[in-house]
């Protein structure tokens, strides 16, 4: 990217917040970025912290918020970070792309939804939602629209519009993968399926008594598993959807009939550092995985922002 010595311009980094293991990890990002010709300052987004950035003001900058963002431009020139999407703006910007998003649409009060097109099965969730709260298996012919002022205190629904999505078949467990990528480099890629309540051991078996349909639970399992398939279509979709987003989180199915890739969701706002936040540590530790290892993250992301920055920048 450059001779050495030679430095092909500045990145300013935002630390989201002050966990140890955050910094740690961003100073890992750091060094890597300075590794690859760029130099690298790490600041957190306070604004009496952000005074030593004055003598960069006049220096070819590019300032990201990996994790999170901000309204506060750093320095002059770019300012990358996260965007507050509502899920419906997410899937449509993934489909402006051609991205392959499940079959979906608002729930408004005049919806009616066709079997015929939809299949007897469809699966409401919340635009706002968490860890699988709020999602169901409804009948197609018997989707209608509800008030969000009608929803118990506490439902999802009551903060976004509800969501209806082609039911994608992922197995009698529900299978998803979860791929990290920085500007479009994989960070982390693992495999995550929740075996809680009665397998769905045929696609349309909810009749039978299936009722396993979400993978990302708080009860999850998860491995490391660097599926070539699945982090390829989140390269592609992080390239093409949201290129200026340093840090995207998908959730990915495969429908094991079809064959089939699903892009449920890439999360463009992303407040939690995923390699230091609380639930991060609980899963690694409860499946004994160690998520910076696999694709040695905090140099892989340095890499991704430095070149980034460089394309800005040159």
């Not at 790490?42 to 990996?66: G, Y």
């Not at 197995?171 to 979860?178: C, D, I, Q």
Request: glycine share 8%.
């Amino acid at each position: 990217m450059g001779a050495v010595g030679e430095f092909l311009g500045t990145v300013v980094l935002v630390v989201p917040d002050d966990d140890p293991k955050t910094w740690q990890d961003f100073r890992a990002i750091a060094a890597a970025i300075r590794d690859h010709g760029m130099r690298a300052h790490l600041v957190r987004h306070r604004r009496h912290e952000q005074l030593a950035l004055l003598p960069l003001w006049l220096t070819p900058t590019v300032s990201i918020s990996i994790s999170g963002r901000t309204d506060r431009k750093l320095l002059p020139g770019r300012f990358l970070s996260g965007l507050e999407h509502s899920k419906v703006d997410e899937y449509r910007t993934l489909q402006a792309a051609g991205v392959p998003v499940p079959r979906w649409t608002e729930l408004v009060p005049d919806t009616r939804l066709d079997p015929g097109e939809w299949g007897p099965y469809v699966i409401e969730k919340p635009s706002a939602g968490w860890l699988g709260a709020n999602i169901r298996v409804r009948k197609t012919e018997k989707v209608r629209f509800t008030p969000p002022s009608s929803y118990e205190r506490g439902h999802y629904g009551r903060h976004g519009p509800m969501i209806v999505q082609k039911f994608v078949y992922t197995g009698e467990w529900p299978v998803s993968y979860r791929v990290v990528t920085v500007f479009g480099e994989v960070v982390l890629c693992y495999r995550q399926v929740t075996q809680r309540g009665t397998p769905l051991k045929t696609r349309w078996g909810f009749d039978a008594g299936g009722t396993a349909v979400i993978s990302n639970t708080k009860a999850m399992r998860i491995e490391l598993d660097a599926n070539a398939e699945i982090m390829d279509a989140a390269r592609q979709a992080h390239l093409r959807a949201f290129p200026d987003v340093p840090l995207l989180q998908f959730d990915i199915g495969k429908d094991v009939e079809t064959g089939e890739l699903a892009i449920f969701e890439c999360h463009p706002f992303a407040p939690l550092w995923p390699f230091s936040h609380r639930m991060a540590i609980s899963a690694q530790a409860a499946n004994a995985v160690d998520f910076d290892s696999q694709f040695g993250a905090m140099m892989t992301t340095g890499r991704a922002i430095a070149k980034k920055a460089a394309q800005i920048l040159h």
